[in-house]
Structure formats: C-alpha cells, structure tokens
C-alpha cells in the first residue's frame, strides 16, 4: 500500500498524518474543501486537490485522476455546541458526505478506509477509563454523525467487503516538533491553545468552567494525546487493515484537569494565565480518560508523549511561530 488520499488533509490532525505518512515511503492525495483546512498545512510533497464531500462528482475526479490503496478520512466538521444548534449541517456532511466518499470508493475498487472518530460517541461515561465495550450514547449531534458512520462501516464491510478501522480520539493536543505545523481552529475551542493564547494576550483570558467537581482539584480531567502519537497511529491503522476490521480508542491512559493544564502551561512559557472562574457547563462529565490497551494489541502503538508539559511545550512553540 503506497498511495494514500487523505480527506481532509488540510485539518489539524490530517496534516500531521501527511506528514508522518510521507516521512514513511507513502505516496500521498490530499483532498480538502479549505472551510477549516489551511492550504499552508499541506506538507508541498503531497499532491493537492480540492473536493468536497457533499460534491460526488469533485470526489469522482479525485479517485479517478490519482488512484490510491487506501483513505483516510479526516473530513468532517467537529464543533460540538454548533451541532446542537446546526443538526442538518453535521448531518449533511458528516453522514451523507461519508456514503457519498464510501460510494466513489466503492466505484474505483478501493475497499480500505481509516476514519476518524471520536470519544464522543460513549457520551456521559458510566465508568473510567473507557475501553471500546463502554456503552454508545452520544449526547449531541456530532458525537451521533460519528456514530452512524461506524455503524455504516461495519454494514459495508458485511454487504461489500470494506475493511475499515475507526480511532476514537480523546484530546488532541499539540504541534509538530519542528514547529512546521500546529493547531489553527476559527473559532478555537480546544483548552491548550485557549490557555496559551490567554498567556500570549491574545485573549483576556481562560475561563474554567467548574471548581466543584469530584476530582483531585475540582476541575474537569481530561485525556489530552499528541497529534504525532495519532499521526502514528493512523499508519498503523493503514498497515493493520489486512487483519483487523472495527474501533481502537486512540488516548493516552492518563488524565490532567484543568488546573493542571493551566499550571503546565505558566512553567512551560514562563509567564501567568489570566483566569476567570465560572459556573459548571452543562454535559462536561467529571472525568474522561481512553483504556489503550486495544491499540497497543492490534496496532501495536504507544504514544511518546505522555508527560502534558512536553506536549504544551510544542504546542507553544507553535504559538509563538505560527504560520497560518
């Protein structure tokens, strides 16, 4: 398996996956509609091309212009709070646009997929860590687009033979060690880059939704993993699809709250976070940490990254060199 589309290439976690993919002898496409993606992400060894899910025919030109082994599939839209106020939007492309990806698939003779999930699907966990037989009850729309489109796989996999491995992420964190690429969402959601912008003064500051909770300091604890540990882990998805066809929780085993995060990242650059205290949000459970030990069987994968501050240290790095 040499040549790689990678939907979504453009993203966040897609372009780190360009990357390490063609830092291990693969041939990549990457294929980006540019809503979210950034362009100056693409690592130049790729191939570009511009398409969209919600578009067959763009799709069609991609499979038949640079025929590949395998997708990754990396495109989706991800705002959980929008998908609440915007269902049809997650639906259309989420959903749809994934049967419209798996259908030109299909068409071209490629049988073989990596897509990415989330944790979100378990929804309110019952217990932690979460390992892959926890119950699925998402609790907002995105978490359910993810949903159905693992249930989707696993109906094309008995009906036509598609062999596919989703990775439900915890929180991904971090930038490229050599600072080429990081993480550049509009607008940003995710707590590192909100802390590290807020230290920077580019915000007026972090608000910690919650001091109350039952955890060591009452703030929410969370699973935060390297965006090179996923990029990992999806090549050894790619490479394990021969053998294995079904969902890997990708997370490191460990969990860091808020205050935790937030105290990292004044060691890591030096400088003090302004912070404002707020009410607990609604649906933000106590606790979230993956159980690994699936895909370290199968994919035989560890993540380097388990110390928080080496991760907030490329992420900062990031920061203070950003490119796009």
């Known amino acids: 398996m040499k040549r790689v589309l990678v939907m979504g290439g453009a993203g966040y976690i897609g372009s780190h996956t360009v990357q390490h993919l063609l830092n291990n002898g693969y041939e990549v496409v990457v294929a980006d509609n540019l809503i979210y993606g950034h362009r100056e992400a693409v690592d130049p060894r790729a191939t570009f091309v511009r398409a969209d899910l919600l578009e067959p025919a763009s799709l069609a030109q991609v499979f038949k212009q640079y025929p590949v082994d395998a997708v990754v599939h990396f495109a989706a839209f991800a705002y959980v709070g929008e998908s609440v106020t915007a269902p049809e939007k997650y639906y259309f492309n989420n959903v749809i646009g994934t049967i419209n990806l798996l259908h030109a698939m299909l068409v071209h003779g490629v049988k073989k997929i990596v897509f990415s999930s ?163 949000r609604a649906g933000d459970p106590a606790q979230l940490f993956a159980d690994n030990k699936k895909a370290q069987e199968i994919l035989g994968w560890q993540p380097r990254y388990t110390d928080i501050a080496e991760i907030i240290r490329t992420a900062w790095n990031w920061e203070q060199n950003r490119r796009y």
């Open 118 to 280: 989330t944790c979100a699907t378990y929804g309110e966990p019952h217990y932690t860590p979460i390992d892959e037989k926890h119950p699925q009850n998402p609790i907002n729309p995105y978490g359910r687009t993810k949903l159905m489109i693992e249930q989707i796989f696993a109906d094309y996999r008995r009906a036509y033979g598609l062999k596919h491995i989703a990775l439900r992420y915890f929180n991904a964190a971090g930038a490229a060690a050599d600072g080429s690429i990081g993480e550049s969402h509009t607008p940003e959601t995710h707590l590192i880059p909100l802390v590290l912008q807020a230290i920077r003064g580019e915000r007026p500051e972090i608000s910690v939704f919650g001091t109350d909770y039952d955890t060591p300091d009452g703030t929410c604890v969370r699973d935060y993993i390297h965006v090179e540990d996923l990029a990992l882990a999806h090549r050894l998805a790619l490479e394990k699809l021969e053998e294995y066809s079904g969902c890997i929780n990708l997370g490191t085993g460990l969990g860091s709250s808020v205050k935790e995060i937030i105290r990292a990242a004044e060691k890591v650059s030096g400088r003090a976070c302004p912070v404002k205290y707020a009410p607990r």
